[in-house]
């Protein structure tokens, strides 16, 4: 099993900057992809950004240019830097991790950015 433990979340005015962080604990293997999915009410999960254990990144359009995903596998963690937030980017954030067939989540932190 694999535990991911979120932290970062909170209130930032718009133009603000937030980090979040995922630490994975557990039955870690190498070769996993971690990532970041935002939820915004009564919408499906959507990706946000990805990174491999080999450093290769996917980030969605709507934040590309002003999101940073990395990681550092040393730690097993993932971090989301946020930069240049709008009200829009308001949502639950979740943390994933993909190993083999399994996709594990986090308990997701909310990022609200007010006008």
């Known amino acids: 099993q694999v535990q991911l433990v979120e932290s970062g979340g909170g209130l930032v005015q718009a133009g603000g900057s937030l980090r979040l962080s995922c630490a994975a604990s557990?039955?870690?293997?190498?070769?996993?992809?971690m990532g970041w999915y935002r939820q915004f009410p009564g919408k499906q999960r959507e990706l946000v950004a990805s990174?491999?254990?080999?450093?290769?990144?996917n980030y969605a359009t709507s934040v590309t240019g002003r999101f940073t995903v990395s990681r550092n596998n040393a730690k097993n963690t993932v971090y989301l830097q946020m930069n240049s937030l709008k009200p829009e980017d308001t949502a639950v954030y979740y943390c994933?991790?993909?190993?083999?067939?399994?996709?594990?989540w986090g308990q997701g932190t909310q990022v609200t950015v007010s006008s």
């Open positions: 994933k991790l993909t190993q083999g067939y399994d996709i594990y």
């Open positions: 557990g039955s870690l293997f190498s070769g996993n992809t």
């Open positions: 990174i491999t254990s080999g450093d290769y990144r």
